[in-house]
């Protein structure tokens, strides 16, 4: 029997106000979905041409009910010009972007934001990958193929939220009949 890889506890958002949404968004409320968050800054040129639309596909792409989508807009440089909610509402609606976004909190004077120190991150686009169980399990810094990104959710969206642990007095699968695990006689 293979030992299931561990994977961390995905941090929950750290955020100061949450916009495309009538009520704030936790990790722990979104248990039992895949979630996916790109992270960004609206002055970024490789957030505005391929991390917001490529978010946008995946939204417009997977059902709502299994796969959320969720914005992060954590700003680490260019305060001034992309600091307010103002701005970043008018933006939204410019690009016609319709999946709930988050507002990073800010760090301490000049520090990293809270939820974009909390998960590490290198710099935006930025994407994450929150499986079922509420693990962190993908993240990706700059551009990532459509093509490898679906096959990605689609792996975690095919899996419980709970590992599926085998009893082990029991077999695990019938006798004459195959699964990924093997195959019994």
Not at 15 to 36: D, F
Not at 72 to 97: D, K, M, N, P, S
Not at 123 to 130: C, D, E, K, M, R
Request: aromatic share 6%; charged share 20%.
């Amino acid at each position: 029997m293979m030992q299931e890889p561990a994977f961390q506890r995905a941090p929950e958002l750290r955020v100061s106000t949450w916009l495309n949404t009538s009520e704030p968004l936790s990790l722990e409320a979104l248990r039992g979905r895949v979630v996916v968050i790109e992270a960004f800054q609206m002055l970024c040129p490789g957030c505005v041409s391929h991390g917001l639309p490529q978010a946008q596909r995946i939204a417009e792409t997977f059902r709502s009910d299994d796969v959320v989508v969720i914005g992060l807009h954590t700003v680490f440089e260019h305060h001034a010009a992309q600091g307010t909610e103002e701005a970043l509402a008018a933006f939204l609606h410019e690009y016609r972007i319709g999946f709930p976004v988050a507002i990073d909190a800010p760090g301490a004077a000049g520090s990293t934001p809270q939820t974009m120190a909390a998960y590490g991150l290198r710099g935006t686009p930025s994407l994450l990958l929150i499986d079922r169980a509420g693990r962190l399990r993908g993240d990706h810094f700059g551009h990532v193929s459509d093509l490898r990104l679906g096959a990605e959710i689609m792996a975690l969206s095919a899996e419980t939220a709970e590992p599926l642990i085998q009893a082990p007095d029991k077999d695990p699968v019938p006798a004459g009949k195959c699964d990924e695990v093997g195959c019994l006689v």
